[in-house]
């Protein structure tokens, strides 16, 4: 039996919501500064800001250069470090519980004083370009982006985090700036501490950091859900030596009730060393090295993917033998044995997880996004157990569907011609 989870939430004078958790026996914490939007919230003219945004937030303050920046950074003995996603923003780090006050001060600095010098500007153009030439250079990422525009055309979900290099010509010092000043405001953050560390004094540094904070709230654009897009893309490469594949489906959202016989599904599929697509694809016949299944979930949609890399020779071997797995979850009842070794890898992954404080951190910032409530690791586990293999057949069933099918092959692939008939799930 897991301890009880000692989480509380306190909202600061301005309006950000700040939630703690306390771990015991750990001598670190881990703080997370979110926004509650990420690049699916773009204007299309301008893909990719939130990302640059995001860079530009460490290139220095009125207060501090990039390089003490860096600096304070390295005497915390621990990282501080900011990513984008499709839904989010976030300032993280993790270091001893005594360093908090350091931190706190210097992610209040990066957020409430940011420089935006049009020199800086112009020289982390030039990096987030190269970044995005290192993703063309990567026939996996490559391949992920592709299929994602595909399968999400003509919707922000559909465009990468980075943009490309066409808006990145685009934008401006000012849109940067113009950025800043229209999402940046207590209603829409949020921030979310784990690890070793007093409740109340957390909330009254957070105050003191955070409190003062104060922008415009601006109008939000309700989020359209995309519409999933069935198609075939063959992508020449001619450079690979291997073809690369995805082989998606829809998914469910994050909050879906049905989100952990979704979970054990993949997991069977192909989420897991004694998986069957790694199994029979890899370890049976040797025609992989890498293959895999994965579930992407938002707040309203998501996909499910099989991902492979093959020889020319054997893709559409590789393809055969993948849908022959994915037609037999749908058709048999998987064995009680191999639901059970499931429910036991992702207990186990679960649980080893929460000894982390950045993963509990990351934990309370989606459970308040997704859910707008905490559900505790007795009631994940309870529900990872009351999965039947019942449920994971009707999870197959409603996904696996040939008029979801999605398909992204790339490398030497002029002579790789695959039909919608090869793969038929039906």
């Known amino acids: 039996m897991q301890e009880k989870q000692d989480i509380q939430i306190h909202t600061l004078d301005n309006g950000i919501i700040v939630i703690t958790e306390r771990m015991e026996h750990i001598y ?18 301008l893909l990719g800001i939130s990302h640059f945004t995001e860079h530009m937030f460490f290139k220095g303050t009125i207060n ?10 390295d005497s915390l003995g621990g990282n501080i470090d900011a990513f984008t996603s499709k839904e989010n923003m976030c300032f993280y780090g993790s270091f001893l519980e005594e360093h908090f006050p350091i931190a706190a001060e210097l992610f209040s600095d990066l957020i409430s004083n940011p420089r935006f010098d049009p020199l800086e500007t112009e020289k982390e153009r030039n990096v ?9 250079d990567s026939p996996s990422d490559l391949l992920f982006d592709q299929f994602t525009r595909f399968f ?13 290099i066409k808006t990145m010509a685009r934008i401006t010092n000012n849109d940067v700036r113009n950025f800043f000043l229209q999402k ?20 009254k540094l957070s105050n003191h950091y955070f409190g003062s904070f104060k922008a415009v ?8 859900a995309p519409v999933n897009h069935s198609f075939i893309k063959h992508i020449n490469k001619s450079q690979l030596e291997q073809v690369h594949v995805c082989l998606g489906t829809a998914g469910y959202p994050a909050n879906d009730e049905k989100r952990y016989a979704y979970y054990l599904l993949n997991t069977i599929l192909g989420g897991s060393m004694s998986s069957r697509l790694f199994q029979k694809i890899r370890e049976e016949e040797g025609i992989v090295y890498s293959v895999l299944s994965l579930i992407n979930s938002y707040l309203d949609t998501g996909f499910t993917v099989v991902y492979l890399a093959t020889s020319k020779e054997n893709t559409k071997k ?16 998987v064995d009680a044995m191999e639901l059970e070794r499931a429910k036991q890898h992702i207990k186990g992954n679960l649980l080893l997880g929460l000894e982390i404080s950045s993963n509990r951190m990351v934990n309370l910032a989606k459970q308040h996004i997704y859910f707008d409530k905490f559900i505790s690791t007795e009631e994940t586990i309870e529900s990872i157990e009351s999965v039947t293999v019942e449920d994971i057949q009707e999870v197959a069933n409603d996904l696996f569907q040939t008029r979801y099918l999605a398909l ?3 490398g030497k692939v002029n002579n790789v011609k695959i039909d919608i008939n090869e793969i038929n799930w039906d």
């Open 184 to 203: 940046f405001y207590p209603h829409n953050m949020l921030i979310t501490v784990a690890g070793s560390l007093d409740h109340e004094e957390i909330y």
């Open 217 to 224: 709230p601006q109008p939000k654009e309700p989020r359209i």
């Open 318 to 333: 590789a393809l055969k033998l993948s849908s022959e797995e994915i037609i037999k979850l749908k058709n048999e009842p």
């Open 64 to 73: 501090k250069t990039a390089l003490e920046i860096a600096k304070i950074i």
């Open 152 to 164: 999400w055309a003509h919707h922000p979900l559909g465009e990468p985090i980075s943009g490309d």
């Open 28 to 45: 670190s914490l881990s703080i997370g500064l979110w926004l509650k939007e990420g690049s699916r919230d773009e204007d299309k003219k």
């Open 128 to 136: 987030i370009i190269e970044e995005i030439k290192s993703i063309d």
């Open 408 to 410: 992204a092959i790339i």
